[in-house]
C-alpha cells in the first residue's frame, strides 16, 4: 500500500540532512502576539549508522486533515490516505548531530513560512534540498487557523483549518500580525539556540556557534510569502535577502498600513498557475520593481501552485495519467529548479568572492538544460 505514494527524490546538495522538532515559548508581550513558536529545524548531518530517516509527518492526524479538511476528501478516503502518509519518509535523519562548519565558518539561516492549508511538513523537500546546500532551514507551523493542522500547546491539543475564504481581509491581516510575531520568536529562538542559551534539549546543544545569525534569509510560500514580505520589511532584522515560493501579495494591499514596497532583495519564484493570475501578478511585479536592484522574478512553466509543496512530490504516482491539468512538469524537477534558483540567488546576495561566483554560475547554467521550463520576467 505504501507504494500508492511516491517515494522522495535525492537531495541536491553535497550534505546529508537532519531535522529536529523545536518549540519555544515565551510569555505574550502585546495582544494578538504569540506566546510560542513551534517549528521544524532541516540542517546538514553528520550521519551515523544508528540514525534513521525521519517520517514525513510526525502524526498520522496531518496527513488526515490535510486530506479532509484542506483536500475536501471523504472521510474514509481521507483516513486511508492517511494511514498510508504516516509510514513515508523524507531524505533527511530524525534528531541527528549537526555536522560542524568548517573552522570560522557558520551556517547561514531561513525561517521560513508555509501557506494557506501548510504546516512545518509540507515544504520538507524543498527545505532539506536547501540544507543540503549549507542552509539551515527553521520552518515555523503557524498557529493562527491558516495550517491545515497545528499542534497545540499540550500533547493532543490540535488547531484546527480555519476554512475561512481566502479574501477575507480583516481576517487575514490578523493572521498576518500573529504570523509575524511568530516569526519573530522563531528568529529569537535561534539566536537562542546559537548562543547555547537552550540546555533542555541535546540536539539544539550542537548549534552553539555554528548559525551565522548576521547572514538571514526569509521564506515563505503563498500566505507564507506575504508574511516573508512584513518580515523582510523590519528594518531591526537581520534579512539579506528573501525566497518568495508563489508570493500572495494581495493581502499587503489590504493592510491599513499598506506594504508597497520590499525593503531587501528577494528571489520571486512563480509557478505558471501563479503568473496567469493577473491581479496578483501586476502586484508582485510591482513591489519587485519598488525593492533593491538585486531582485528577480522568475515562473517555471507546467507548474501549479502546488508544485512548491510536497503534495504533487508524494501523489505522483496516482496523478500521472491526470491529463486533464495543463501543468505536467515533474514534480521532482520543480523542486529541483527552485532549490537551484534560490540557492543561485542566496549566493550572490550573501558572497562576492571569485570561488562562490564560479559556483553561482555553474547552477545558473543548470537551467539551459531547461530553457522552456524557466522564464525572467
Request: with cysteine; net charge negative; charged share 20%.
Amino acid at each position: 500500500m505504501a507504494s500508492l505514494l511516491a517515494d522522495f527524490p535525492k537531495l541536491c546538495g553535497p550534505y546529508y540532512v537532519g531535522c529536529h522538532d523545536f518549540e519555544w515559548h515565551r510569555g505574550r508581550r502585546r495582544k494578538g502576539d504569540a506566546s510560542s513558536t513551534l517549528f521544524r529545524l532541516y540542517y546538514p548531518a553528520a550521519i551515523t549508522t544508528r540514525d534513521k530517516r525521519a517520517s514525513w509527518v510526525s502524526n498520522q492526524e496531518y496527513a488526515r486533515a490535510l486530506c479532509e479538511d484542506v483536500g475536501q476528501l471523504p472521510g474514509m478516503v481521507a483516513n486511508w490516505l492517511a494511514s498510508i502518509a504516516q509510514h513515508k519518509q523524507i531524505d533527511a535523519y530524525a534528531d541527528a548531530v549537526l555536522l560542524q562548519p568548517s573552522k570560522g565558518a557558520s551556517y547561514p539561516v531561513m525561517i521560513f513560512s508555509h501557506g494557506l492549508g501548510g504546516n512545518r511538513h509540507l515544504y520538507s523537500s524543498f527545505c532539506c534540498n536547501m540544507a543540503s546546500y549549507g542552509i539551515v532551514v527553521a520552518a515555523i507551523e503557524h498557529r493562527d487557523g491558516s495550517g491545515s493542522l497545528a499542534q497545540g500547546h499540550r500533547k493532543g491539543d490540535w488547531i484546527r483549518y480555519d476554512g475561512q475564504p481566502p479574501e477575507v481581509w480583516e481576517y487575514r491581516q490578523n493572521q498576518l500580525r500573529r504570523r509575524l510575531s511568530e516569526v519573530n520568536l522563531c528568529v529569537e529562538a535561534m539566536h537562542r539556540i546559537n548562543e547555547g542559551r537552550v540546555q533542555s534539549d541535546a540536539i539544539s546543544e550542537g548549534f552553539c556557534g555554528a548559525l551565522d545569525m548576521e547572514a538571514m534569509v526569509m521564506g515563505g510560500h503563498s500566505f507564507g510569502g506575504a508574511t516573508a514580505i512584513l518580515a523582510l520589511n523590519d528594518p531591526q532584522s537581520n534579512y539579506k535577502c528573501g525566497i518568495l515560493l508563489d508570493p500572495w501579495a494581495q493581502p499587503l494591499n489590504m493592510l491599513d498600513d499598506a506594504c508597497t514596497k520590499i525593503a531587501r532583495p528577494v528571489l520571486a519564484i512563480l509557478s505558471e498557475q501563479f503568473a496567469f493570475w493577473p491581479d496578483n501578478f501586476d502586484t508582485v511585479q510591482e513591489l519587485i520593481q519598488g525593492s533593491p536592484k538585486e531582485s528577480v522574478c522568475i515562473s517555471v512553466t507546467g507548474t501549479a501552485h502546488i508544485h512548491q509543496s510536497d503534495v504533487l512530490l508524494i501523489l505522483r504516482r496516482l496523478i500521472r495519467f491526470d491529463f486533464r491539468s495543463p501543468f505536467q512538469i515533474d514534480p521532482g524537477l520543480a523542486i529541483d529548479l527552485n532549490t537551484k534558483a534560490a540557492m543561485a540567488f542566496i549566493r550572490r546576495v550573501l558572497c562576492s568572492s571569485d570561488e562562490e561566483i564560479t559556483d553561482d554560475m555553474e547552477i545558473l547554467s543548470y537551467f539551459k538544460q531547461f530553457p522552456e521550463h524557466v522564464v525572467i520576467h
